[in-house]
């Protein structure tokens, strides 16, 4: 395994990672929820009276700050090497593995691991497991 020294990014990463343990943490800190995107997104679909300002205002936060981001700094390039069909059923197996895992990569990687969950360090495993395997599979066994 080799390092690609010219988009290795340890700072920025790092700094990414900081920003997003210190968003969870503060999140659960004052609103008392973790902060797992498919439960939040989850709630909209089947809104409690009072429960829908503050997952609007998160989704929202989502989804414009890239756009944010952007206005100030050239993003990244991005090259997707898949098809639509491809996108849209691995989009479908992903929220099928949220429902089965009662949450998703951020509630349990990132917001259940800080809180030493059990149940949270299994589904991680998993969720990794899973890509580790398909990674494998679709570049050394299919391709």
């Known amino acids: 395994m080799t390092i690609d020294w010219a988009n290795f990014t340890p700072w920025a990463s790092l700094a990414g990672g900081?920003?997003?343990?210190?968003?969870?943490?503060m999140f659960i800190l004052l609103n008392?929820?973790?902060a797992g995107i498919s439960g939040v997104v989850g709630g909209l679909l089947r809104p409690a009276t009072g429960d829908v300002l503050w997952r609007v205002a998160f989704v929202?936060?989502?989804?414009?700050?890239?756009?944010?981001?952007?206005?100030?700094?050239?993003?990244?390039a991005v090259e997707v090497n898949a098809s639509v069909a491809v996108l849209?059923?691995?989009?479908?197996?992903?929220?099928?593995g949220t429902r089965f895992g009662s949450?998703?990569?951020?509630g349990?990687?990132?917001?259940?691991?800080?809180?030493?969950?059990?149940r949270s360090l299994v589904a991680t495993l998993a969720?990794?497991?899973?890509?580790f395997l398909t990674v494998f599979v679709i570049r050394h066994l299919i391709s």
């Open 103 to 106: 949450g998703c990569t951020s």
């Open 127 to 131: 969720f990794m497991a899973s890509g």
């Open 60 to 76: 929202a936060g989502l989804v414009l700050a890239p756009l944010l981001y952007q206005s100030a700094f050239t993003p990244p």
């Open 88 to 96: 849209i059923v691995a989009g479908l197996l992903v929220g099928i």
């Open 18 to 25: 900081m920003l997003i343990g210190l968003a969870a943490a």
């Open 32 to 34: 008392g929820r973790i």
């Open 108 to 118: 349990h990687g990132v917001c259940g691991l800080g809180r030493r969950s059990p």
